[in-house]
């Protein structure tokens, strides 16, 4: 099992920048693909961002590529999400997720989720 928590939410103008970060418990954090989702107000939890488990794969969706930017570091059990130019329709709560060989872009597939972190983008 793994245990996941987020940190660096807030409320930031349109056009800047947050970084998240996604921090596991356990040894065996790098047998784990990890992801970001995201659920808006009155919206479903969509898929944002994915990394294969020793960092070779990176998956986006389309509303956040060449914007966000996902990185893992396995010695510090972390996965980041750096999120540029940001727009107010990146404001949701942000959970990371975590499952074993891949990351499913359906969240009813995941094993492993965060308890979630705010992002605010204000026009």
């Known amino acids: 099992q793994v245990q996941l928590v987020e940190s660096g939410g807030g409320l930031v103008q349109a056009g800047g920048s947050l970084r998240l970060s996604c921090t596991a418990s356990?040894?065996?954090?790098?047998?784990?693909?990890v992801g970001w989702f995201r659920q808006a107000p009155g919206k479903e939890r969509e898929f944002v961002a994915a990394?294969?488990?020793?960092?070779?794969?990176?998956y986006y969706a389309d509303s956040v590529r060449g914007r966000f930017a996902i990185s893992r570091d396995n010695a510090k059990t972390t996965v980041y999400l750096q999120m540029n130019s940001l727009k107010p329709e990146d404001t949701a709560v942000y959970y990371c997720?975590?499952?074993?060989?891949?990351?499913?872009?359906?969240?009813?597939?995941?094993?492993?989720w965060g308890q979630g972190t705010q992002v605010t983008v204000s026009s």
């Open positions: 997720a975590a499952d074993l060989v891949r990351i499913a872009t359906t969240p009813d597939k995941i094993n492993y």
């Open positions: 356990g040894r065996t954090f790098s047998s784990y693909a």
């Open positions: 990394i294969t488990r020793i960092g070779g794969g990176t």
